[in-house]
């Protein structure tokens, strides 16, 4: 900037020089007296003009260095806003996570509560239905057989039919076996594990009746064994 006002300097001169007067007036000391301080009046002013520009310039370069480091600081302050926003949405996120938790537990405990009302119903149901069997049975007897829930061997015989049973009536350990559909054979073992057992010593004795019995409606009660008596036998 200093350079072009030089230049401009330079170049006013050469003009005020063109209309400098012929040489027979340049001896006249007041002229010259003249001319000079009109070039220091402009060399002033040029002065002053380059001042005024290198201060201005200054001023640019403290306005332009000002605004990078506001723009630094607004680069920082985005970093921590942009920050603090991923901060919350993460934290939003997990309030949402947490929130489905909550409403799971809530439906799950539903379902539970839901599942127990439908289960003490089946329970009411299946009472009333007892109760139900019980009436049109007309019986008063507390208990009943309603299923079966596991067989058990016992023991193994020829014949696919019979059946075994203990003394009803008494604390007997004898059991009797009636093997077939109809017979008139009764084996008595001293014990269930004789029953069981085959190799245990004695072995069972064989009761011969005098009339033959059929299906599987026997009883042994008191010593007594109560039939149905066979009608083919």
């Not at 489905?100 to 509560?113: G, M, P, S, T």
């Not at 839901?114 to 019980?134: D, F, G, M, P, V």
Request: aromatic share 10%; hydrophobic share 40%.
């Amino acid at each position: 900037m200093v350079v072009a006002l030089q230049e401009a300097s330079a170049s006013l001169v050469l003009f005020l020089a063109a209309f400098l007067p012929p040489p027979q007036h340049a001896q006249d000391p007041a002229m010259v007296h003249y001319i000079y301080q009109r070039f220091q009046v402009l060399e002033q002013g040029l002065e002053k003009c380059a001042q005024t520009t290198r201060a201005y310039i200054q001023d640019f370069q403290e306005f332009s260095k000002n605004i990078s480091i506001m723009l630094g600081r607004c680069q920082t302050h985005t970093s921590e806003y942009k920050s603090a926003v991923e901060n919350l949405a993460l934290r939003v996120e997990r309030a949402q996570q947490e929130i489905d938790y909550l409403q799971y537990l809530r439906e799950a405990d539903f379902c539970i509560e839901s599942e127990e009302k439908t289960l003490a119903e089946k329970l009411l149901q299946e009472e009333a239905e007892e109760k139900k069997i019980r009436t049109l049975l007309n019986t008063s007897c507390d208990n009943m057989l309603m299923a079966i829930k596991s067989l058990k061997i016992v023991k193994k015989t020829v014949d696919p039919d019979g059946s075994w049973m203990k003394d009803a009536g008494s604390n007997s350990a004898k059991v009797y076996l009636l093997a077939g559909s109809r017979n008139n054979t009764v084996w008595e073992f001293a014990n269930l594990r004789a029953f069981m057992e085959d190799s245990i010593k004695p072995g069972p004795r064989k009761l011969i009746l005098p009339l033959s019995w059929q299906g599987s409606g026997q009883v042994v009660y008191q010593s007594f064994l109560f039939f149905s008596q066979s009608r083919n036998f």
